[in-house]
């Protein structure tokens, strides 16, 4: 069975740190880009930070660059992202998905979610 299951959200007060994996089953990330999106409620789902195949291009949304961290291991199939000093406006179901990844010749970078997706873990960030 194709799947991606993330783990690791959780409660935390702001300031604390959390970290997010990813594993996959059934199919190799080795031939995938990967990212994490987050949605909160009321809000559009919205990009948090993309990592490509195999060169360690990453992209990070503005409001996480600084204090949130993307990382894979391929040889474990499993996508990471640490997050540092969580705000409160961090507070989102967040998923993680193979992702179509690259650069407009503009220099912007773009990262759509593609083939799957998790089910999303709720990360909540609060005192």
């Known amino acids: 069975q194709v799947q991606l299951v993330e783990f690791g959200g959780g409660l935390v007060q702001p300031g604390g740190s959390l970290r997010l994996s990813c594993a996959a089953s059934?199919?190799?990330?080795?031939?995938?880009?990967l990212g994490w999106f987050r949605q909160a409620p009321g809000k559009e789902r919205e990009t948090v930070s993309c990592?490509?195949?195999?060169?360690?291009?990453?992209y990070y949304a503005d409001s996480v660059k600084g204090r949130f961290t993307v990382s894979r291991d391929n040889a474990k199939n499993t996508l990471y992202l640490q997050m540092n000093s969580l705000k409160p406006e961090d507070t989102a179901v967040y998923y993680c998905?193979?992702?179509?990844?690259?650069?407009?010749?503009?220099?912007?970078?773009?990262?759509?979610?593609?083939?799957?997706w998790g089910q999303g873990t709720q990360v909540t960030v609060s005192s």
């Open positions: 059934g199919f190799s990330l080795d031939y995938y880009a």
């Open positions: 998905a193979t992702t179509n990844f690259g650069r407009f010749t503009s220099g912007r970078y773009y990262c759509r979610g593609s083939d799957y």
């Open positions: 990592i490509s195949r195999s060169d360690g291009r990453t």
